[in-house]
């Protein structure tokens, strides 16, 4: 490999597919990610491997992997989960996570892309078009 690993490293990635959600967040906010072997089949079902990344664009928050320290997040940051880990991403990380659902993954998985998420809640999460996403401290 040469000087910029990164690089050489997805010159070798053969990308077959991407599912891409804009979150639209409450200013109080954290959703738990199950790890992608237990989606990978409902994304893609011929995938030999599925991986993970997240970009913060505005705003400031928190990436929990099970067993690490959280990770603080600012506009700007990307983590990659290249083996898809389940994990947190939130305001805080004392805050209880909503859950994603293997079934409302599978069923928003063709949808138009980006597909627009809304978290009104811990409780209530909706698709369609975003809100106005609040600035987190």
Same mark, same amino acid.
């Given at each position: 490999?040469?000087?910029? @690993?990164?690089?050489? $490293?997805? !010159?070798?990635? !053969?990308? +077959?597919? #991407?599912?891409?959600? =804009?979150?639209?967040?409450? &200013?109080?906010? #954290? $959703?738990? &990610?199950?790890?992608? +072997? ?8 011929? #995938?030999?491997? $599925? ?5 913060? @664009? !505005? ?6 992997? &099970?067993?690490?320290?959280?990770? +603080?997040? =600012?506009?700007?940051? @990307? ?15 004392? =805050? =209880?996570?909503? +859950? ?5 993954? #599978? &069923? @928003? !998985? ?7 998420? $809304?978290?009104?809640?811990?409780? %209530?999460?909706?698709?369609? %078009?975003?809100?106005?996403?609040? %600035?987190?401290?």
């Amino acid at each position: 490999m040469g000087i910029d @690993t990164l690089s050489d $490293v997805l !010159r070798s990635v !053969r990308l +077959r597919g #991407a599912v891409f959600y =804009q979150l639209s967040l409450p &200013a109080d906010w #954290a $959703v738990e &990610a199950p790890p992608l +072997r237990d989606l990978a089949g409902l994304l893609f079902p011929d #995938a030999e491997h $599925v991986m993970e990344y997240h970009v913060l @664009t !505005r705003g400031s928050g928190w990436a929990t992997v &099970a067993g690490l320290a959280p990770v +603080r997040l =600012q506009p700007g940051d @990307t983590i990659i989960l290249p083996h898809g880990d389940g994990h947190v991403l939130s305001s805080d990380p004392s =805050q =209880q996570p909503a +859950r994603i659902d293997p079934a409302w993954v #599978a &069923a @928003t !998985r063709d949808a138009p892309k980006p597909i627009p998420i $809304v978290f009104h809640s811990q409780y %209530e999460i909706t698709w369609g %078009e975003p809100a106005e996403p609040a %600035e987190n401290g």
